[in-house]
């Protein structure tokens, strides 16, 4: 029933910038829970940003020192991933992810059930 699609992944350079997008259909961006993860090569799959139903509260992984920004477009049901001055690590496939209302524990991938196809990231030197 629901379905996410991440686009806007691509090749770039260190030091550049990407905005992925998650379109979600089968449910509303604005009244559901939305999450970007990452998953790189031999490596578990790691939360980065989320946004709260309704009030839209953000929470970021430590990791990205303030270079992501995760907002949503409620008129075109899409939540969208600001990425900027990426580094290698930043290197992974980026999933979008949602659930019905918000958890305390959003930065586990377990507690999260719906998931897009995932959408590659590279960034190189």
């Known amino acids: 029933q629901v379905q996410l699609v991440e686009s806007g992944g691509g090749w770039v350079q260190v030091g550049d910038s990407l905005r992925l997008a998650c379109a979600a259909s089968g449910r509303s961006v604005r009244t559901s829970a939305m999450a970007w993860f990452r998953q790189a090569p031999g490596k578990e799959r790691e939360f980065v940003a989320a946004i709260r139903e309704s009030n839209g509260a953000t929470r970021y992984a430590d990791s990205i020192q303030g270079r992501f920004t995760i907002s949503r477009d409620n008129s075109k049901n899409t939540v969208y991933l600001q990425m900027n001055n990426l580094k290698p690590e930043d290197t992974a496939t980026y999933y979008c992810?949602?659930?019905?209302?918000?958890?305390?524990?959003?930065?586990?991938?377990?507690?999260?059930?719906?998931w897009g196809q995932g959408t590659q990231v590279t960034v190189s030197s």
């Open positions: 992810a949602s659930r019905s209302y918000w958890t305390v524990q959003y930065y586990l991938a377990q507690h999260w059930g719906d």
